[in-house]
């Protein structure tokens, strides 16, 4: 399996990455009433690998993020409706 990562398209609202086997490519929305939220509604993933378990990981992560914040170690955590921290974003 590869290393997850993800690529970010400001402009366009869009997203690009692989999530451990396969190529995940989606829109993410923002809310400009709140300036930390952030979701994921649209994303599609390219199935054929036999063993998905870090995709599913990273998919289900994903699809549960409604904000965001800077992590005080750096980088970009993304959080659940719970406020749990689900995925940290590091810059390579």
Do not use: T, W
């Not at 995940?24 to 509604?41: C, L, R």
């Not at 995709?55 to 800077?70: C, I, M, P, W």
């Amino acid at each position: 399996e590869k290393q997850p990562f993800i690529e970010f398209n400001i402009a366009e609202k869009r997203l690009h990455g692989n999530a451990g086997c396969n190529l995940i490519n989606g829109a993410f929305q923002v809310d400009d009433e709140n300036p930390s939220a952030i979701s994921f509604p649209q994303l599609s993933d390219h199935d054929g690998m036999p063993d998905m378990e870090v995709e599913g990981r990273v998919l289900k992560a994903l699809n549960s993020v409604q904000s965001f914040g800077k992590l005080a170690g750096g980088g970009i955590g993304l959080y659940d409706a719970d406020n749990n921290l689900v995925m940290v974003l590091v810059k390579n």
